[in-house]
T-cell receptor, first 113, second 113 residues
Framework: DSGVTQTPKHLITATGQRVTLRCSPR?????VYWYQQSLDQGLQFLIQ???????AKGNILERFSAQQFPDLHSELNLSSLELGDSALYFC????????????FGPGTRLTVT | DAKTTQPPSMDCAEGRAANLPCNHS???????VYWYRQIHSQGPQYIIH???NNETNEMASLIITEDRKSSTLILPHATLRDTAVYYC??????????????FGQGTILTVHP
């Protein structure tokens, strides 16, 4: 158990819909990272927040957005969903802003039908 | 970020040492070598990292060649639970990459009874 929690575990929704994935970092960690893992693209970095502010951005689609709240939990919002958005979405956390020792949550499996 | 090359798959007998190689011939002086593993659709797990000296922790040992162009992750007594995809990542600590981890294809390690 990494100490990072993600909800929900599974999500099934239809194309065109909007969903919100939630992540609670380990106690004391200020950074939250979001990654997407699909069969064809592998594990890809989406975005990082540090203490409420966006710190780094990867190949995140414009239909996707994220935020980190004052209590440090984070949400990833995915809108206008397409079949290709079906993937595992992982959240990770770390103490600092430039930490490569990251602790990953169990993931949310999103299925778009 | 330096490109890393790993064999796509390896086998190991239970109880024996598993030696996973990684080539990072273009690594620069400020780039660390990080190892993560992912056990079947679970969140990736941090294993170990190093810059130029060999490192050991409770999970594994990391041997980095003197020219830093390659490294080997050693699991001293592999168990069936070590069956996973192992990722070698070379990234600078800090700087503009912050904590963005770039995962490649990794090595699928299968531990046999």
């Amino acid at each position: 158990d990494s100490g990072v929690t993600q909800t929900p575990k599974h999500l099934i929704t239809a194309t065109g819909q909007r969903v919100t994935l939630r992540c609670s970092p380990r106690s004391g960690d200020l950074s939250v990272y979001w990654y997407q893992q699909s069969l064809d693209q592998g594990l890809q970095f989406l975005i990082q927040y540090y203490n409420g502010e966006e710190r780094a951005k990867g190949n995140i689609l414009e239909r996707f957005s994220a935020q980190q709240f004052p209590d440090l939990h984070s949400e990833l919002n995915l809108s206008s969903l397409e079949l290709g958005d079906s993937a595992l979405y992982f959240c990770a956390s770390s103490v600092g802003a430039s930490a490569y020792e990251q602790y990953f949550g169990p993931g949310t499996r999103l299925t778009v039908t | 970020d330096a490109k890393t090359t790993q064999p796509p798959s390896m086998d190991c007998a239970e109880g024996r040492a598993a030696n996973l190689p990684c080539n990072h011939s273009t690594i620069s002086g400020n780039e660390y070598v990080y190892w993560y593993r992912q056990i079947h659709s679970q969140g990736p797990q941090y294993i170990i990292h190093g810059l130029k000296n060999n490192e050991t922790n409770e999970m594994a040992s990391l041997i980095i060649t003197e020219d830093r162009k390659s490294s080997t992750l050693i699991l001293p007594h592999a168990t069936l639970r070590d069956t996973a995809v192992y990722y070698c990542i070379a990234d600078p600590a800090g700087g503009t990459s912050y904590g963005k981890l770039t995962f490649g294809q990794g090595t699928i390690l299968t531990v046999h009874p």
